[in-house]
């Protein structure tokens, strides 16, 4: 069996989704995603100039070797453009070998763990009244967990304080807002006195069953993020994410000796060697990581036993800019791992986003259930994709009120 051609699509409903199809000379088709957020057209340029054309004349069902040759293969790796890129063929690939197996995916993992998987959505408010509304409808919706991010009094912007409804797309993500991202100020004395009052004025008003996430988006010192866990430990959060900056391993260590705030890191993690310290001396609770950008699945479901390992729990990244093609993959890695924890699954519900991926995966009361259909479960209209086209966008960039660059 031959791959024989593979093409890249950039573009989609309000984000440039980068879809890959890889063909084969049986006729079965396999989908992989590579949108790496605000940055497209760089996975897309990595597939189309060096990895297809290495990818065509070799034998589809050798995802690892595949894998291998494409990560290890190269002398310079690892990364989020090169990790998104064999991320997608590594999709493509599990998808046709599901297709030739005729099973869905996680039958091909172990088969199920359990019937449906928890998700949380994002409650986000301009202030504290307007973030109740927003939890409140997701309640309504039969979400049992929900991430909340709210506006801080005195503070001019917060990139996540950006009011936003179920069923509006989430516009913490700057879509096509250009190449010149937007400056926002951050002050983390006004966050530190307010945030954890409003948290446990949630709690308040939620009652002891609501799952309440929080996201600090990487923006304390290890002390600040271990003084504020411990002024939230009575709010029992069901997560802090992204406490301190992603790149030092050891940042968490001050934290846990402090508080048992579960914490969930990721996000923005790429490979194994990222995150290996972190799980290995059970700093985190949950571990972030993406299909998309941590290297496809045959890389995420290595994390995933390390982190079985190691009572860490899985919380997939899916904020809207993944494609429901690395959302299938999850979703089907979900219904499989033993340890899995979460995810994060904010349905637009667009109907055009679904004429473009046609799935058979179910969200209902607050709970994903996997297709039955072979491989990921997801399809790729080409028709449809002709409508659209790139258009650039960026995240905003962070500033303290000095000027000095803070994460965004
Ligand atoms: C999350 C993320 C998002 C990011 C976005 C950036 O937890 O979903 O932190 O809020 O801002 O994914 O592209
Ligand atoms: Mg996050």
Same mark, same amino acid.
């Given at each position: 069996m031959k791959i024989t051609d593979a093409k890249v699509f950039v573009g989609g409903p309000a984000k440039n989704y980068v879809t890959l199809k890889i063909m084969t000379d049986q006729g079965v088709y396999g989908l992989?995603? @590579?949108?790496?957020?605000?940055r497209e057209t760089l996975p897309a340029a990595y597939l189309q100039d060096y990895l297809i054309p290495n990818l065509i004349g070799m034998d589809p069902r050798n995802s690892e070797d595949i894998w291998q040759f494409f990560y290890r293969?190269?002398?310079?790796?690892? &990364?989020?453009?090169?990790?998104a890129a064999f991320g997608a063929i590594d999709m493509a690939l599990w998808d046709i070998k599901g297709k030739l197996a005729n099973m869905p995916l996680y039958?091909?993992?172990?088969?199920?763990?359990?019937?449906? @998987?928890?998700?949380?959505?994002?409650?986000?408010?301009?202030?504290?009244?307007?973030?109740?509304d927003s939890i409140a409808a997701y309640v309504a919706l039969?979400?049992?967990?929900?991430?909340?991010?709210?506006?801080?009094? &005195?503070?001019?912007? @917060?990139?996540?304080?950006?009011?936003?409804?179920?069923?509006?797309?989430?516009?913490?993500?700057s879509d096509f807002s250009g190449i010149r991202p937007k400056v926002e100020i951050w002050n983390t004395d006004l966050y530190m006195r307010f945030m954890p009052g409003a948290l446990a004025e949630i709690r308040a008003r939620f009652g002891p069953d609501l799952k309440i996430l929080h996201d600090v988006h990487h923006r304390l010192t290890p002390r600040e993020a271990a003084e504020f866990a411990k002024a939230v430990e009575p709010v029992g959060l069901y997560w802090l994410e992204d406490p301190?900056?992603?790149?030092?391993?050891?940042?968490?260590?001050?934290?846990?000796?402090?508080?048992?705030?579960?914490?969930?890191?990721?996000?923005?993690?790429?490979?194994?060697?990222?995150?290996?310290?972190?799980?290995?001396?059970e700093l985190i609770d949950f571990i972030r990581v993406a299909v998309t950008y941590a290297g496809g699945i045959t890389h995420v479901k290595r994390i995933v036993d390390? @982190? &079985?390992?190691?009572?860490?729990?899985? &919380?997939?990244?899916?904020?809207?800019?993944?494609?429901?093609?690395?959302?299938?993959?999850?979703?089907?890695?979900?219904?499989?791992?033993?340890?899995?924890?979460i995810q994060e699954y904010l349905v637009l519900g667009t109907p055009a986003c679904d004429a473009l991926f046609p799935s058979g995966h179910k969200m209902e009361n607050g709970m994903v259930f996997v297709s039955e259909a072979p491989g990921l479960g997801v399809d790729f209209d080409e028709a449809e994709a002709s409508k659209y086209t790139y258009s650039p966008g960026s995240h905003p960039v962070v500033r303290l009120e000095d000027g000095t660059i803070w994460d965004y």
């Open positions: 992989g995603d @590579a949108t790496l957020n605000n293969g190269a002398y310079f790796r690892r &990364g989020p453009i090169a990790m039958q091909l993992f172990g088969g199920k763990s359990r019937d449906g @998987a928890l998700v949380y959505a994002h409650a986000t408010g301009a202030d504290l009244d307007d973030l109740m039969g979400y049992k967990a929900v991430r909340v991010q709210c506006g801080i009094p &005195g503070m001019p912007t @917060a990139s996540y304080a950006v009011p936003d409804k179920p069923g509006t797309n989430n516009n913490y993500i301190t900056p992603a790149e030092d391993q050891n940042a968490l260590r001050m934290l846990r000796q402090h508080s048992t705030v579960p914490i969930a890191i990721g996000e923005v993690f790429n490979s194994i060697w990222d995150c290996n310290k972190l799980i290995e001396q390390l @982190a &079985g390992l190691h009572n860490v729990r899985t &919380g997939f990244h899916g904020a809207p800019s993944h494609s429901p093609i690395s959302m299938a993959a999850q979703h089907h890695l979900n219904a499989w791992a033993p340890n899995f924890g």
